[in-house]
């Protein structure tokens, strides 16, 4: 089995800076993409951020700019640092990783349990 164990979050003020935290534990051969996903009141579950296996990296259009993701593969802890936040950043984000447990494994996809994020105007 795999853990998720998110930190960071909280509230803060339009224009301020946030640093959330994913630290992955248990069954790992190896994850091949961690990311951050977000989730507004009433709206889908979105693509934040995502870092694959390797360095290449991908933003949703809405935060390029704003946030960066960044990674420590040797301790499968992944981060993202928010800056110039905006209140439509407000949201539930979650981490994810999709990795292997074991050397020629399927691949499995693990979430955190999410963080509140609320960026005031």
């Known amino acids: 089995q795999v853990q998720l164990v998110e930190s960071g979050g909280g509230l803060v003020q339009a224009g301020g800076s946030l640093r959330l935290s994913c630290a992955a534990s248990?069954?790992?051969?190896?994850?091949?993409?961690m990311g951050w996903y977000r989730q507004a009141p009433g709206k889908q579950r979105e693509l934040v951020a995502v870092?694959?296996?390797?360095?290449?990296?991908n933003y949703a259009d809405s935060v390029k700019g704003r946030f960066t993701i960044s990674s420590d593969n040797a301790k499968n802890t992944w981060i993202l640092q928010m800056n110039s936040l905006k209140p439509e950043d407000t949201a539930v984000y979650y981490c994810?990783?999709?990795?292997?447990?074991?050397?020629?494994?399927?691949?499995?996809?693990?979430w955190g349990q999410g963080t509140q994020v609320t960026v005031s105007s």
């Open positions: 994810n990783a999709v990795l292997l447990d074991r050397p020629g494994s399927l691949m499995w996809n693990y």
């Open positions: 248990g069954n790992i051969f190896s994850i091949n993409a």
């Open positions: 870092i694959i296996r390797g360095g290449d990296t």
